[in-house]
């Protein structure tokens, strides 16, 4: 139901866009974010936007280099990143929750038993 694209391989300094695409099931009234899994690591937070789009949440390591938005009419969840770097390397997942138009405290935004649904990963490579 959630099906990530866009990655590839990039330069350090470089951008991508990522997006995921929503199918069988309208998520324009869910919370939906992007988590990432480097190798060897655990799957860790990237970023967050609520059902309305009007708040974003980022994890620390990349607030002002990525920006995520929703086009609710497409039913699409993008990921822009700008200035990567090697650090970013990961298989990146988008997810969303089940709820609908729901409003959490921030931790929850953060956390990754919040989402339900989850998409397949799309592999994003930044070489140095």
Do not use: H
């Amino acid at each position: 139901q959630l099906q990530a694209s866009g990655g590839g391989l990039v330069q350090a300094g470089g951008s991508l866009r990522l997006s995921c695409a929503a199918s069988g099931r309208d998520f324009s009234s869910n919370v939906m974010s992007w988590f990432r899994r480097a190798t060897m690591k655990e799957r860790e937070f990237v970023a967050a936007i609520s059902w309305s789009g009007s708040m974003t949440y980022y994890a620390n390591s990349v607030k002002g280099r990525f920006t995520i938005s929703r086009d609710n009419a497409k039913n699409t969840l993008i990921l822009q990143m700008n200035n990567l770097t090697p650090e970013d390397t990961a298989v990146y997942y988008c997810a969303a929750d089940r709820s609908q138009r729901r409003t959490y405290t921030e931790n929850n935004y953060y956390t990754r038993g919040t989402y339900d649904f989850w998409g397949q990963g799309t592999l994003v490579t930044v070489s140095s």
